[in-house]
């Protein structure tokens, strides 16, 4: 299990991009991942997406603010 960093852009036009940020948990590696590669195919929510791998993180080494 996998949890993605999604982003939205926020604010207006005329402004400096900013960025909204939040970890989506339930993503499954839907292929073998391979280091030199950086890049990841996960399945999440039926859809196969490829992100880059510091967008992904094992559920098990997220950090909880808690």
Do not use: C, F
């Given at each position: 299990?996998?949890?993605?960093?999604r982003r939205k852009m926020?604010?207006?036009?005329?402004?400096?991009?900013?960025?909204?940020?939040?970890?989506?948990?339930?993503?499954?590696?839907?292929?073998?991942?391979?280091?030199?590669?950086?890049?990841?195919?996960?399945?999440?929510?039926?859809?196969?997406?490829?992100?880059?791998?510091?967008?992904?993180?094992?559920?098990?080494?997220?950090?909880?603010?808690?």
């Amino acid at each position: 299990m996998v949890r993605i960093r999604r982003r939205k852009m926020v604010g207006d036009i005329w402004e400096p991009p900013r960025y909204e940020e939040w970890w989506v948990d339930g993503g499954l590696v839907a292929k073998e991942y391979h280091s030199w590669e950086k890049i990841v195919t996960v399945s999440l929510e039926g859809e196969t997406l490829r992100l880059p791998a510091n967008d992904v993180q094992l559920v098990s080494r997220a950090k909880t603010d808690k």
